[in-house]
């Protein structure tokens, strides 16, 4: 099984932030993944994979999961369309730039997401004018309970903005183990309306967009927007950003009609938290070896040993100041494991 004692956990998560596991083993396979979960020593598990999304606030003392489980295949096809099935350990970069190199549309803008595949769905992934919804076709994930694989269609998901049922009625009881996506092989849907899009590829005097230079363009508004967390220590956008009621809005509104906004279709609005970050004069500070990014005011940053504690105290500073300002409540978008 190999078990391994009290590591660092800094390497695993995309925070960089230092927390010992007392246990950890990393999982390579299915059938080991049923036999450590029936193991009675070790009855409580935190399942780790890319480690992209999460806030580490002290030492794990459950069994720490390190899913790794590695594969991808096409299984499914026609004409027009191909499915494929990607393992939860896959990074999610490389499964992108692994279908573009095919041929494949349906993730271009979805390029350079940190994380694996496996967690994808669990807070819907999304960037650019698209969601991980909109190419999903099922999961896999094993209960944690009976080990049993169990399958989860698109509905079963009840996906929702950066949220499923995976953050809801099911947290804690399935444990991902793959993927499958329904990708196009021609016509493809380019999604070029996000303005940040348009504007990097007029800048690269790209007239007509492909798939790969659609990739291309993404890859090169966030390498310049988000920092690279190989680089200095982040879990990309801290906080959701709110959707508020029209009433709300329309007082926030009045009071700074030169904020941003994006009316939805059920009558709501939502509000870049990053815009309202920026207003309350955090936007490049740094408190100790936490920070909040110069470029974008929704990620917050680990410059190199802050504690996730310490993260943790700049979030509630933020939000309180951002409730105080504007009356508006602003949630982590990352699960705080505390
Ligand atoms: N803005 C500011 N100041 C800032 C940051 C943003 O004024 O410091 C303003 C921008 O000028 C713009 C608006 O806020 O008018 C929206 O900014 P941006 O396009 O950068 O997107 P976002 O709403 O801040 C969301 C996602 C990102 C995703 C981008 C692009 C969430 C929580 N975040 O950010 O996702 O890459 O859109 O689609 O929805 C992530 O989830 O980790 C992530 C990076």
């Known amino acids: ?63 720490v999961l390190y899913i790794n489980v590695k594969g991808k295949s096409i299984v499914q096809e026609t004409e027009d369309t191909v499915v494929i099935k990607a393992m939860a350990g896959e990074n999610w970069h490389q499964l992108v730039l692994w279908s573009l190199e095919q041929g494949f549309g349906g993730l271009e803008n979805l390029s350079l997401i940190p994380g694996n595949t496996g967690t994808a769905p669990i807070q819907n992934i999304g960037a650019y004018g698209i969601e991980l919804k909109d190419v999903f076709v099922s999961c896999e994930a094993m209960d944690i309970a009976t080990q049993e694989l169990v399958e989860f269609s698109k509905e079963d998901c009840r996906f929702g903005y950066r949220d499923s049922i995976f953050k809801t009625a099911k947290k804690g009881k399935y444990i991902i183990t793959s993927v499958s996506l329904q990708l196009t092989k021609r016509n493809h849907k380019l999604l070029t309306f996000y303005g940040a899009i348009e504007d990097e590829l007029k800048s690269k005097g790209v007239v007509h967009p492909t798939i790969n230079s659609i990739s291309e363009a993404v890859i090169a508004i966030r390498r310049h927007k988000l920092p690279d967390p190989s680089e200095l220590g982040n879990s990309g956008s801290f906080f959701k950003n709110p959707v508020v009621s029209k009433k709300t809005f329309d007082t926030f509104f009045k009071k700074n009609p030169n904020a941003p906004y994006y009316s939805l279709e059920d009558g709501t609005y939502k509000i870049p938290a990053g815009w309202l970050i920026e207003q309350c004069g955090f936007k490049g500070k740094r408190f100790g070896d936490a920070g909040v990014h110069e470029k974008q005011a929704l990620v917050l940053v680990n410059y190199g040993n802050a504690s996730g504690a310490e993260i943790l105290a700049l979030a509630h500073q933020i939000q309180e100041a951002v409730q105080k300002q504007f009356k508006i409540k602003i949630t982590p978008e990352v699960n705080i494991i505390r």
């Open 1 to 63: 099984m190999n078990i391994q004692k009290n590591i660092s956990l800094k390497p695993y998560n995309t925070f960089g932030i230092d927390v010992k596991a007392h246990s950890f083993v990393e999982i390579t396979g299915l059938l080991q993944l049923q036999k450590i979960l029936q193991l009675s020593s070790y009855p409580e598990r935190f399942v780790l994979s890319g480690g992209s999304n999460m806030l580490l606030t002290k030492d794990v003392e459950a069994l």
